[in-house]
């Protein structure tokens, strides 16, 4: 039996799925990056390396904002961008979904499909009004757990309406009907709706919603949201089991189809758990573009390089040392 792993690193959270050869899931770890992508990523494969053998991977799958670092570190065969890996997780648990709503802890996406085939898609632009991070930083201030936050808002008789256009008038909207004695239920089904309402007029804008409708990503835990969504979409919002780890379920998919049309995996096994890793960064300046360039070192050796548009570096690092090890004076731009 060969098993493949998908892997998504994200910013607030670093998400592991361990799938077999009928696509069943084995392991689904959901860990906060507290950002420390390389740890905590080091930590969840320490967790899936004490149950199973290198030999047993039979494929990996890198998606998330830290994709590149993670398919570096591991060996992915295959890297995909968040868009791709939700659609595929969604098709296989509803193949018929028409509508992703992804929130996350930092970004929010929505993924238009037709006939199994993404058409349009969007995602929130630089504010993270509507994320779970800023549910978990107004949990944090009313001092109540996050995993309670949609059971509190559904148990109130009235809602209290919150300005939601940004997280700053959010915040202090919130406060401001805490001083006039609104109920803390009232006020947080205030928030969720607040939040839904922003989501469907900045990342829903123009998009034509139907079902079946999927709500996943670590916010559709919030039973709030979800009540929120149904009520202003007129229409029920499906969320599937592994809602919190579908990005890693899609790449470990992906790489298993792969995997099968290259035979073989570049599956580097489980030794990134004991080596040293080191990440390193620095600024280009061989050309006006300034490229930012990523370098990960195991055993003292480069085994990636990226960021560099003409590949310069890439090119380089098997004929060359490493940067940090040549260069003889402070160059400015690298940390």
């Known amino acids: 039996m060969s098993y493949y792993l998908g892997i998504d690193v994200g910013s607030v959270s670093t998400n592991i799925v361990l799938i077999d050869e009928n696509e069943a899931v084995k392991e689904a770890l959901y860990l906060r990056t507290r950002g420390k992508p390389l740890k905590v990523l080091r930590e969840g494969l320490k967790e899936i390396f004490q149950k199973y053998e290198s030999d047993a991977i039979g494929g990996v799958g890198a998606t998330g904002s830290a994709r590149q670092l993670t398919g570096a570190l591991v060996g992915a065969d295959v890297i995909k961008n968040e868009i791709t890996a939700h659609a595929v997780a969604a098709l296989h648990f509803v193949p018929d979904v028409r509508t992703i709503i992804e929130i996350g802890g930092q970004d929010s996406k929505i993924i238009i499909l037709r006939d199994g085939i993404p058409v349009d898609f969007a995602m929130n632009t630089v504010c993270a009004a509507g ?3 800023f549910l978990d930083q107004q949990a944090a201030r009313l001092d109540i757990p996050i995993e309670q936050f949609g059971e509190i808002a559904l148990g109130s008789a009235n809602t209290v309406k919150i300005a939601g256009r940004c997280t700053v008038f959010a915040e202090s909207d919130m406060i401001h009907k805490q001083q006039m004695g609104y109920e803390l239920g009232g006020i947080l089904m205030g928030l969720c709706e607040a ?38 979409l007129r229409a029920k919002v499906i969320i599937p089991r592994y809602f919190n780890v579908m990005g890693a379920f899609g790449a470990a998919k992906l790489a298993k189809e792969e995997t099968a049309k290259k035979g073989c995996s570049a599956f580097k ?14 600024e280009c300046h061989d050309c006006p573009n300034f490229c930012e360039v990523f370098e990960l070192k195991m055993k003292n050796e480069i085994i990636a390089v990226w960021g560099d548009r003409c590949e310069k570096w890439q090119h380089e690092q098997h004929t060359t040392p490493s940067f940090f090890n040549t260069i003889s004076s402070g160059g400015s731009g690298f940390y």
């Open 131 to 133: 994320t779970g991070s």
């Open 195 to 232: 939040m839904v309402r922003n989501y469907l007029n900045n990342v829903g804008k123009g998009k034509t919603i139907e079902e079946p409708i999927i709500f996943q990503g670590g916010v559709a835990a919030n039973i709030g949201i979800k009540s929120a969504l149904e009520n202003e």
């Open 269 to 282: 096994g489980f030794e990134v758990v004991t080596e040293d890793v080191i990440h390193n960064s620095f």
